[in-house]
């Protein structure tokens, strides 16, 4: 079942065309990886899906349903879950109270969820050991973790990560990588993960390479090219 279908989505940035008649889709339950070299408009999608820019023309069509005129937090209570790059967690707050924080996305927001699922503690155990202590003093690993934890207790159907390994220790890079599986494998959550880890993309169903803005690629990841591995992964 199609869970994310996109259309001819073009999005600028005043004058500027980033995003060219973009189409892609995911399934439900399916990891989708987008990639391409920095600046060709990966992250301009995710913004675009997440409703932090509106596109000019095209379709975001989620569970059958379009959503291009609806706001981010409508799109959040909708199921979509966005991990934007750099983490962007609250450094003043407590590793606790950032968690609380992705249950706003939930119907009732926080006044009505205040339970963190145990779930987040064994995906990411040493956030529970964290709980008291300010989100700004954890390392850039564990900010990550921190920022999917958060993301996840949204209960999103399709969890959108930009670049989740950027910076990070190779260790906690393949603690996210499991994690991630498991959230696939249990929870059933769909994935759309911009990455340039070459691992982490092989793990992905499906791939979708962008080049000034356009889909130019497409396919199996288990058909994934030494090529394309060098067109759109190299740095």
């Given at each position: 079942?199609?869970?994310?279908?996109?259309?001819?989505l073009n999005t600028y940035y005043g004058e500027s065309h980033i995003l060219r008649d973009v189409d892609l889709r995911v399934l439900a339950g399916e990891m989708v990886c987008l990639i391409g070299r920095n600046g060709v408009g990966k992250t301009t999608l995710l913004k675009s899906l997440i409703g932090l820019l509106k596109p000019r023309s095209g379709e975001i069509i989620f569970?059958?349903?379009?959503?291009?005129?609806?706001?981010?937090?409508?799109?959040?209570?909708?199921?979509?879950?966005?991990?934007?790059?750099?983490?962007?967690?609250?450094?003043q707050l407590t590793v606790e109270e950032n968690l609380m924080l992705g249950?706003?996305?939930?119907?009732?927001?926080?006044?009505?969820?205040?339970?963190?699922?145990?779930?987040?503690?064994?995906?990411?155990?040493?956030?529970?050991?964290?709980?008291?202590?300010?989100?700004?003093?954890?390392?850039?690993?564990?900010?990550?973790?921190?920022?999917?934890a958060r993301a996840l207790l949204g209960q999103p159907k399709l969890l959108l990560l930009d670049e989740p390994t950027e910076g990070i220790q190779?260790?906690?890079v393949q603690d996210i990588?499991?994690?991630?599986?498991?959230?696939?494998?249990?929870?059933g959550i769909g994935v759309l993960l911009v990455e340039q880890h070459l691992q982490f993309v092989r793990q992905a169903d499906r791939y979708y390479a962008m080049q000034r803005g356009g889909i130019v690629a497409s396919g199996s990841t288990a058909e994934l090219s030494q090529d394309v591995v060098d067109r759109f992964l190299s740095v």
């Open positions: 079942m199609t869970m994310l279908e996109i259309r001819g569970e059958g349903h379009g959503m291009e005129r609806q706001p981010p937090h409508q799109r959040a209570r909708s199921g979509l879950g966005y991990v934007p790059q750099g983490r962007e967690i609250i450094p249950m706003e996305a939930l119907p009732g927001g926080l006044a009505r969820n205040r339970r963190i699922d145990p779930f987040i503690y064994e995906l990411f155990p040493i956030l529970q050991e964290f709980l008291s202590r300010k989100g700004g003093d954890l390392s850039g690993g564990q900010q990550q973790q921190l920022a999917i190779p260790n906690i990588e499991a994690a991630v599986q498991r959230i696939i494998a249990e929870k």
